[in-house]
């Protein structure tokens, strides 16, 4: 974690790092993915068989290559809202065969080309070159769906036994069962969008009684919890009600903002909202008389992002145009999920590709807009173990969005800089350094810094900067520093800084 100290303008703000300090383990899988059946992520995004860019499957090579560079350790599927009228048989077997359907979340029509076997598919694909595969992670339709549908699917993709679901993916040319580890219980069955909209006792009650279910049939799946944000009623109740019956509890956050300090800082919000939801986790754990030796229920953080859905709305494909305030927000966001490791089981950038998303294609090929470059940075390099680091610097105190958000950082304020730190399994030290000023520069202090420091910069020359097919004003750029002196972190810019202890 990162603990602040505010100061007065004429004082020299400062980072000391400690290293040696490890406090908790960064799970690789806090830099998955997401790919929903909305807009052209899947249809002319991932999957687009009459574009000379994809392979003889009909994946796109371009953003096949793209994603590698990220090392995505888990992709979530089919949604979100869209699962809430999904029904997985519609899209597997031959393609010719396949039925249409409304899909009532975005107003669409779901063709079902794309599927559960084309999905695995794509991920062997996406995980050509790593050690480990990309984990799927399939989402239940709570909506319309059935137990009995549920547990069909479970089958589907994990059976091994001479049963029929499993025989049926056999058929259908894949022997060997799939092994999904991780499934959850519904999307935001919450929410008055959705179909079959629930109670949270009507949810958690539902809940329990398919997780029993599922079990009896894979002892060995994950299962999480559909949660809201994290600081709801909600998540106090279905957590209350299942916390002894699941592995995670998810909760969805975005921010966005106009105002580039608003914008900057929203995410810190995300950052109360998983210590409020861990804090609920202990509490029902506590009620409901846990044992010790179960493990503790992770936060599966499985849709967060930068969005305003009156600026990118959801039926007209959510294609948002990414600024550099945006990418600083994306920054602070990660900042946020490597502070709070600890409780991080999953986290899943909503979404992967073309909607709210940092890479988008096009005819000619893939754009990587602002966004791109902190995801890629963190993912990279931001991994390994959170460790010690004090900031002392000035804050802003000003409004913000959430509005709550400012009663909750009412005694510090926000940090200029927004600082985070690591130490990886090669044994260099990492140090994650957002300067959400658009005014200014900050020649600060640095302790338990090295002597030879590899530098990475995002950049632009203000706030509003984008990148497009025809121009890219949001950049990476490397350089070194010897460690003397001060480190002066400019204005708008994300910085992150390497070096062997």
């Known amino acids: 974690m990162t603990t602040f100290t505010k100061i007065t303008g004429d004082e020299t703000p400062l ?91 975005w ?49 589907y993709c994990n ?24 499934w959850a219980l519904g999307n935001e069955v919450w929410g008055p969008w959705q179909v079959e909209q629930m109670t949270q006792e009507d949810y958690a009650k539902k809940a329990a009684q398919w997780a029993k279910a599922l079990r009896l049939l894979d002892p060995d799946i994950v299962l999480v919890l559909c949660g809201q944000d994290g600081q709801s009623s909600w998540d106090h109740h279905v957590l209350n009600r299942c916390v002894g019956w699941v592995d995670m509890h998810s909760i969805h956050v975005y921010t966005a903002s106009e105002d580039h300090v608003k914008n900057a800082t929203a995410p810190l919000a995300a950052e109360r909202a998983i210590q409020i939801a861990a804090g609920l986790i202990d509490l029902a754990r506590i009620e409901n008389n846990v044992s010790p030796t179960k493990p503790p229920v992770k936060i599966c953080f499985d849709e ?12 007209k494909g959510a294609e948002e145009k990414y600024t550099l305030s945006d990418a600083l927000a994306v920054a602070v966001w990660l900042n946020v999920f490597v502070r709070q490791s600890r409780y991080i089981g999953i986290a899943n950038l909503a979404q992967t590709v073309n909607v709210i998303s940092p890479l988008m294609t096009t005819e000619r090929g893939v754009v990587k807009q602002s966004t791109w470059w902190p995801l890629w940075l963190f993912s990279r390099y931001m991994r390994g173990w959170t460790v010690a680091a004090h900031v002392r610097s000035g804050a802003y105190a000003g409004e913000t969005q959430p509005a709550w958000l400012q009663g909750a950082l009412i005694e510090t304020g926000a940090p200029w800089l927004d600082v985070s730190a690591t130490v990886g399994d090669d044994g260099l030290v990492n140090l994650a350094v957002v300067n959400i000023s658009e005014t200014e520069d900050f020649a600060t202090e640095l302790k338990g810094v090295g002597v030879e420091v590899t530098v990475y910069t995002v950049s632009g020359s203000q706030v509003s900067s984008t990148n497009t097919e025809d121009k890219e004003e949001v950049g990476l750029s490397e350089g070194k520093w010897d460690g003397k002196g001060k480190y002066t972190f400019s204005k708008h810019t994300f910085t992150l800084l390497r070096w062997k202890p």
């Open 107 to 155: 107003l669409g029509t779901e063709t079902n080309q794309f599927g559960t076997d084309e999905f695995m598919a794509w991920l062997g694909a996406l995980g050509e070159g790593r050690e480990q595969r990309v984990e799927p992670y399939l989402c239940l339709n709570f909506g319309t769906g059935t137990l009995d549908e549920a547990l069909a699917w479970v089958e």
């Open 159 to 182: 059976g091994t036994r001479d049963t029929h679901y499993a025989n049926l993916r056999r058929a259908n040319g894949h022997p060997a069962p799939y092994r999904v580890k991780y």
């Open 15 to 105: 980072i000391e790092v400690d290293a040696a300090k490890r406090l908790s383990k960064i799970d690789p899988m806090t830099y998955g993915g997401f790919t929903e059946h909305m807009g052209r992520c899947i249809y002319g995004g991932i999957y687009d068989p009459a574009s000379p860019l994809s392979d003889s499957q009909g994946f796109r090579k371009d953003v096949l290559s793209a994603l590698r560079e990220l090392d995505i350790p888990v992709v979530r599927y089919p949604g979100g809202n869209f699962v809430a009228t999904y029904h997985w048989q519609d899209g597997v077997g031959p393609r010719d065969q396949r039925p249409s359907r409304p899909e009532l979340a």
């Open 304 to 315: 967060w992002n930068v969005w305003d859905p009156e600026r990118a709305p959801g039926d």
